[in-house]
């Protein structure tokens, strides 16, 4: 079956813009998670939802980001007056409840000029 | 807090080599471990992890790892190495799901 998917693959924007990143999981996951990759770190957390809600969000860095997932299946990050700072590849990835493995998508690659 | 730390940020190593890819981790209690490997240009893909049981696992590819509690460590290994395990590989831990901590990942170079 199809993987987790992730629009756009690449996107460019300028500072002070606001940008939305897509997440389709796969089907009947109900574990949703994000996470910024910055280049030569690991994959850092950002936000964790279990259904429609958000299990832990302790890892998004401050107000300007934002996540949804209204039905409990694709997910939106969205991100508030975009700084250099912000470009990194952002991760997505589902998984089953509990310690299953979580599937990754291949990544949203952010740039902010 | 939880943190994994990746002791070698690149290993180069000649095709049919053995190879160990180091991780150790610091938490106070019990704790889950996976291995993942991001091929150039590709998402993270899992190799192993470890949740409970025996303490060597075996994953894909011919990886295997050890966890070793006393050492609060859970190394990578594969006795001979392909060109095609050229790849950057994450530690991560959880401890009771949900989300991953992961180490600073490890470039595996292998030469011909």
């Known amino acids: 079956g199809a993987g987790v998917s992730q629009t756009p693959s690449n996107k460019v924007t300028e500072k002070g813009k606001y940008v939305e990143l897509r997440c389709d999981p796969i089907s009947g996951h109900t574990a949703l998670y994000w996470y910024r990759q910055s280049l030569g770190q690991g994959p850092e957390f950002l936000i964790y939802f279990q259904g429609t809600g958000a299990a832990d969000d302790s890892g998004l860095p401050n107000d300007r980001f934002f996540a949804v997932r209204p039905e409990g299946s694709v997910s939106t990050l969205k991100i508030q007056r975009t700084e250099r700072g912000d470009s990194a590849v952002y991760l997505c990835?589902?998984?089953?409840?509990?310690?299953?493995?979580?599937?990754f998508g291949p990544g949203t690659r952010l740039t902010v000029l | 807090a939880q943190s994994v730390t990746q002791l070698d940020s690149q290993v180069p190593v000649f095709e049919e080599a053995p190879v160990e890819l180091r991780c150790n981790y610091s938490?106070?209690?019990?704790?889950?471990l996976f291995w993942y490997v991001q091929y150039p240009n590709q998402g993270l893909q899992l190799l192993l992890k470890?949740?409970?049981?025996?303490?060597l696992v075996k994953g894909i590819n011919g990886f295997e790892a050890e966890f070793n509690k006393s050492q609060t460590s859970f190394h990578l290994r594969k006795p001979s190495v392909h060109i095609s395990d050229t790849a950057e590989y994450f530690c991560a831990v959880t401890q009771q799901g949900g989300k991953l901590i992961f180490g600073q990942g490890t470039e595996l170079s292998v030469k011909p």
């Open positions: 470890y949740l409970s049981g025996s303490t």
């Open positions: 938490s106070s209690v019990s704790v889950y």
């Open positions: 990835a589902s998984s089953l409840e509990g310690l299953n493995e979580q599937f």
